[in-house]
């Protein structure tokens, strides 16, 4: 119903601006076969089915704009149906243009999705989950140099847990939390190509003090630094690195404050007009869902060859790898390494792709492997 709401006051809005709200309409389809539908040691290969469909209305002028969407993603299994997920999501996003300077965005999301989950066979589980997260940002230029501050709230409100055959009451199955987030980044040119970029951002994640010790859910605080440059040469090749530190400080009592390095680069090497690498590296903390109930210490990179044998062709293949750990527990909790193969044939309004992956999983959990073999078609009107 609260959906609904929004959904209908967003169209309103829209409506009554001055601009036609134009409709927009993205349908991504993805059928295929999988070794390992459970992701978990075994022999699991089930058929798939993945979809996803937005329907958007965008309106407004160069001083306002408003996007809103509401968005309907569900993945089916043939044989594990239970494993069968869904979800729904409700977007608005304005913008503001307070001067020829200085622009204020927006962003209100609802989210609800079931999840579910084979317990084991004939027996599965199915979790309803409400979430909702409200977002600002401010961006003005002061001289050369382009200032943003960020400020954002998010909450988590996980339902009830059914388990099929009423084994058990249905409860509750993890935390619910409360986030608030606020930033500050900066970016300079110092020529043509290149830019000094800085950021400093605060996370503050609260949970309720009855939810603590009955999902192993902790409170804290995280500050992240970060400085660094991009380099662009216009011509397809560009390069972006950060670096510097993840605080987190404990909201309860008896936990130590930790300190890890953080570090985010990005590259993509244009060769020629058909061909290019790319590659990517992410190393810091993660607060969003844990494996330990407090902080992960998150290791994960990717690199890649793009071909562009002709027109509307590209061939990307690349490795990747991810690495999950325990920052308080100093434990290595999860490895993943794989690669990935997509052949896309793109056309104005549509797209269609074969796709070849395969990863293998090690770590505290028995060991498992997974090939994934998948055709996507999206479409956009």
Known sequence: MIALRLTFFACAVIAAMPALAQPQITSVIETGWTSNALGSAGQNDDAYLTQSHTIALVGGDETIALRAAITFEDTRYLAFYRENDFQARIEITPEIALSDTARLRGRFALLYGEDGTQLAPGLGAREQTLAGSAALRYETRVG????????????????????????????????????????IDFAFPLSETMALLAAAQWQSLAVPPDNQAQFGRLPLHHLRLAAGGEIADGAGS????????????????????????????????????????????????????????????????????????????????????????SIALATSIERQLGFEVALTRSWARYSLAARLSHSAVTGLNPSYEETRLGLRVAVSL
């Open 144 to 183: 050369d140099g382009m200032w943003g501050l960020d400020l954002g709230y998010e909450a988590g409100r996980p339902h009830l847990t059914h388990i099929e055959a009423d084994l058990v009451p249905p409860a509750r199955a993890s935390a619910r939390t409360d986030g608030v987030t606020a930033g």
């Open 238 to 325: 560009a390069f972006t690195l950060r670096g510097g530190v993840d605080a987190l400080f404990p909201a309860i009592d008896g936990l130590d404050t930790f300190w890890r390095a953080y570090g985010e680069a990005q590259v993509r090497i244009a060769i020629s007009p058909h061909l290019a690498l790319r590659g990517s590296l992410l190393m810091g903390a993660d607060i969003v869902d844990p494996a330990d109930g407090y902080a992960d210490a998150l290791v994960s990179g990717r690199a890649g060859l793009i071909v562009t044998p002709a027109e509307g062709w590209e061939l990307d293949f690349g490795p990747f790898a991810k690495t999950r750990g």
